[in-house]
């Protein structure tokens, strides 16, 4: 028996919910790009996905055999202290999403069932529930639920990092801009055109500064193309702090509508543009990914040019590269830096090299070729359908339950936030709809547009209970508001809607022949949001 | 709100990136990496150059932004993508998600004009 404690497979539902929630909120605005002739992202997210649900299962669990649950816990812990590591926010999140991105791949694909694959789903959703509880301080499992704050390092480490800010006249802000805009390219282009190559945490409040920090990771050596930045560092950092009075002013007056980080750890503003509330910024270098914290260098901004034509030059090489290797190579390179959010959590755990000894981490499972086929006989525009429908939510059912047990304590499910006695029989769909409007106190406000709820129902059917699902929003999801439409869509009015079921999908497992239904207790998973800094949510 | 513009026909509008007010530059489709591989040897001319993409991806248009292309138009991606990310940060005008007036297409090789001054809708104009 392994050491990793596993999860309740209703618990698992909760996460397969939470996540596709998480996963549309974030993505579905952002994931109409396109196809990238440089890199096939959208042919090798879905085997990458694919890759990471099969593959990671056996590491978690091996990870958790040599150092326990605590120890994993302590793992999310690294980027409490350091600046320039990928126990990041980005690569944390991952660990959710692309590995159950990739059970949805295989459903969207018609390739397995919802009941398939099962200790897979509970091992990846295990293991980075324990991560996230050392991970993340607010208790929480993402940013969104803490109103799109994610203060990952100590108080005292971001002070001291910003008491070594520069302040910005005109050229240094272009200049620093630019290198800014040069490492992210670079770390996205070392990375194929994925987040996993930067990482932002924050904002954090101190006082009368909001402080934002950036990593962008331009060298990571386990990836042979990665000598097109020979002579470039691990990852370049920056501290930026914003000028908070301004921008707590400009919130009041409605001309800065949101000012959020991403569970991808991008920091995302409307207006889109917030360099007018930079003060001041500085950067660091860490030469490796385990270059001790103490041996991190601070880059003054007048050094940023020399740097710059390195990284120039490192993009020119390696953009001739990726355009010189073939589709298949690149796919196939394209899935291992997607799965590879894994990586800085087997090196953390001292585990990198057994992973590649012992359990062929550079090898494709044999099952991960029924996926590769399946894209390989797609058109591109089914090929980006498939892709939207999976930044957009689709593909997360719950994995189906057998019958429950009477209720015999006072709370059923030691995760859910709250549980309901209902014993009530509703007629129609209607008043079912009407009693969880009434009896709702919260719904999470997702600023892609929507409001949305999930609650579990234990119901009688046939002489049996039966943990059923309903989700219910105010807005659209899916399909999605229009960016038109989302431009003049007023959330506070939204807010004051009624929300309505969603039906005919995965997430609302009754139907309305299951009428008149008779409901014992409703189950409301989720807690209610709870923003670190009020205004700007 | 008027899209006329003397001496300029409106060709179409999409999603602006960056408020970095009126820039004119030579249309110039790239399709290709190889395409832009090429381009890479006369990073001088990039300058002058408005390129103009299918996709709204960032690493297919990597050197031409690191290069200081004048500007980019796309008929895909949202501002809230890597490109728009990055666009704003070098303050590269971008244009995403065109869409085409009706009968109306990019003169390649002609002048355009992107019209980058509203916060939200970019606007792209040919030279008459």
Redesign the interface.
């Known amino acids: 028996m392994g050491k990793l404690e596993k999860i309740s497979v209703e618990e698992a539902n909760k996460y397969l919910k939470y996540g596709s929630l998480h996963i549309s909120d974030t993505l579905a605005?952002?994931g109409?790009?396109?196809?990238?002739?440089?890199?096939p992202?959208q042919v090798y997210e879905g085997w990458g996905a694919t890759l990471a649900f099969f593959k990671h299962p056996e590491l978690h669990e091996a990870i958790a055999d040599k150092i326990g649950m605590e120890g994993i816990r302590e793992l999310g812990k690294v980027a409490h202290r350091e600046i320039g590591t990928k126990m990041n926010l980005c690569h944390m999140t991952c660990i959710d999403w692309i590995a159950i991105s990739g059970r949805a791949a295989q459903l969207l694909g018609g390739i397995c069932d919802p009941g398939d694959w099962v200790n897979n789903a509970l091992t990846i959703l295990s293991f980075w529930k324990t991560v996230m509880q050392g991970f993340r301080k607010d208790g929480r499992l993402g940013g969104w639920e803490s109103g799109y704050v994610s203060e990952i390092l100590d108080r005292d480490v971001v002070e001291a990092f910003s008491s070594e800010v520069e302040p910005l006249d005109e050229g240094k802000i272009?200049l620093f801009?630019?290198f800014?805009?040069?490492t992210?390219?670079l770390g996205?282009?070392d990375h194929?055109?994925c987040?996993l190559g930067l990482g932002d945490t924050g904002p954090y409040d101190l006082g009368d500064k909001l402080v934002v920090v950036r990593d962008a990771y331009v060298n990571e050596e386990v990836y042979h193309w990665s000598d097109a930045c020979e002579g470039l560092p691990f990852c370049y950092s920056f501290v930026m702090t914003f000028d908070k009075q301004r921008m707590m002013e400009d919130r009041q007056k409605g001309k800065l509508r949101f000012f959020s980080m991403y569970d991808t750890g991008?920091i995302?503003s409307d207006?889109?543009?917030h360099?007018k509330y930079l003060l001041r910024a500085t950067a660091y270098i860490r030469e490796k990914w385990d270059t001790p914290m103490s041996e991190v260098r601070r880059l003054e901004i007048g050094d940023l040019p020399h740097h710059m034509s390195k990284i120039?030059e490192a993009?020119?090489k390696l953009?001739?590269k990726?355009?010189k290797m073939s589709e298949v190579e690149k796919m196939i390179a394209g899935g291992f830096v997607y799965s590879g959010y894994i990586l800085p959590i087997l090196r953390a755990a001292g585990m990198y090299e057994e992973a590649c000894e012992k359990y062929l981490y550079w090898s494709i499972p044999p099952k991960n070729f029924e996926l590769v086929v399946h894209i390989g006989e797609m058109e591109l525009p089914q090929i980006l359908e498939f892709q939207r429908k999976g930044v957009s939510g689709f593909g997360h059912p719950p994995i189906p339950l057998p019958a429950c047990q009477p209720k015999t304590t006072e709370k059923r499910f030691d995760w859910s936030y709250q549980e309901t006695d209902v014993n009530e029989t509703f007629n129609t769909p209607e008043d079912l709809e009407k009693w969880l409007n009434r009896n709702t106190q919260y719904y999470l406000k997702c600023q892609s547009g929507f409001y949305g709820n999930t609650v579990g129902l234990i119901v009688d059917e046939a002489g049996q209970q039966r943990l059923r699902y309903v989700d219910y929003y105010k807005g659209n999801f899916p399909p999605w508001y229009t960016?038109e439409e989302k431009?003049k869509l007023d959330m506070e009015e939204l807010a004051r809607q009624p929300a309505r079921i969603k039906w005919d999908w995965d997430w609302t497992t009754i139907t309305a022949q299951d009428f008149p239904l008779r409901v014992r207790e409703c189950i409301f998973m989720f807690e209610p949001q709870n923003p670190l800094l009020p205004f700007l949510f | 709100m008027s899209v006329e513009m003397k001496g300029y026909e409106f060709i179409g509008e999409g999603?602006n990136?960056?408020?970095a007010g009126k820039v004119e530059g030579v249309a110039k489709s790239v399709?290709?990496?190889?395409q832009?591989?090429r381009l890479?040897g006369v990073s001088e001319e990039v300058k002058k150059l408005i390129l103009i993409t299918?996709?709204?991806?960032?690493?297919?248009v990597?050197?031409a932004?690191?290069a200081g292309v004048r500007g980019v138009i796309?008929?895909?991606?949202?501002?809230?993508?890597?490109?728009?990310?990055?666009a704003?940060?070098?303050?590269i005008p971008v244009i995403m998600?065109l869409r085409l007036e009706e009968g109306k297409g990019i003169p390649e090789g002609g002048t355009v004009l992107m019209d980058c001054t509203s916060?939200?809708i970019g606007r792209v104009y040919a030279k008459t």
């Not at chain 1, 109409?32 to 890199?39: D, K, R």
């Not at chain 2, 796309?74 to 990055?86: M, N």
């Open positions: 605005m952002r109409s790009e396109g196809y990238n002739p440089l890199i992202r272009t801009s630019r800014n805009a040069a992210q390219l996205f282009l194929f055109d987040r991008t995302f207006p889109f543009d360099s120039n993009i020119s953009y001739r990726l355009a960016p431009e | 999603f990136v960056v408020t399709n290709t990496p190889d832009m591989v890479m299918p996709g709204g991806t960032t690493t297919f990597a050197p932004l690191m796309t008929f895909a991606g949202a501002p809230e993508s890597h490109l728009g990310i990055i704003r940060e070098f303050r998600s916060a939200k």
